[in-house]
């Protein structure tokens, strides 16, 4: 079982890296950076399902919204349908906009990694394939060093055997998903509980990281 000694290790790091660094067509949106105090900044992570991934940085203090769509790869404007068949070379993702004034980069980096398993390349708990793969999009040179200290952190740790199979690449266009995927988790919580107990994503994270402090 993991201890929260570890989360505590890598804020530390990420933390160090910080001071060292000192819509469809209209719908797209456009990269804000790492942000500064009072202003709200943009990050994207994919971690597989975006109902899930949304679910869990909805629960951050100081993330302003959060918006599911698809980034990564190479079709414009692409459906559900089409990113899910594996052909567009683009994942599940999620844009978050957060109050720099009240979270930080590296908080919100620390709750990603706490929300995958780094190790799996192959998609994300029960949701396999290259569109549920585990990702951070890092939108100015700020969140690309903060990312990679945190992943160097992770690989460092001795907490994985395995690789970390997480990829960082600077976001490119984002495309947000169809309405009915948007709070999905609040939508439909019925549905939503089913589905995320059935792909033992809330198991597999407790096996990985241990109970939440």
């Given at each position: ?16 890296a910080l001071a060292a660094v000192l ?11 790492a942000g500064t105090a009072g202003e ?174």
């Amino acid at each position: 079982m993991r201890t929260t000694g570890f989360v505590v290790l890598l804020l530390a790091t990420v933390g160090l890296a910080l001071a060292a660094v000192l819509d469809r067509g209209g719908r797209e949106s456009v990269p804000n950076g790492a942000g500064t105090a009072g202003e709200t900044a943009e990050a994207t992570f994919a971690g597989g399902c975006f109902w899930c991934v949304e679910e869990a940085f909805d629960g951050v203090p100081g993330v302003v919204s959060t918006t599911s769509g698809y980034t990564g790869g190479r079709t414009r404007d692409p459906s559900y349908e089409e990113v899910s068949s594996g052909g567009t070379g683009h994942a599940e993702a999620v844009r978050v906009a957060y109050d720099a004034e009240v979270t930080s980069y590296a908080r919100l980096l620390d709750a990603f990694w706490r929300n995958v398993d780094p190790t799996d390349g192959g998609g994300q708990f029960c949701d396999r394939g290259d569109s549920y793969r585990s990702a951070i999009f890092t939108h100015d040179d700020e969140q690309r060093q903060l990312a990679e200290a945190s992943k160097r952190a992770l690989e460092g740790s001795g907490h994985f055997e395995e690789p970390i199979a997480t990829e960082i690449v600077r976001v490119g266009p984002f495309y947000p998903a169809e309405e009915y995927h948007q709070d999905y988790y609040r939508k439909n919580p019925v549905r939503y509980k089913l589905y995320k107990w059935n792909c033992r994503r809330a198991q597999r994270l407790e096996q990985i990281w241990g109970e939440k402090p």
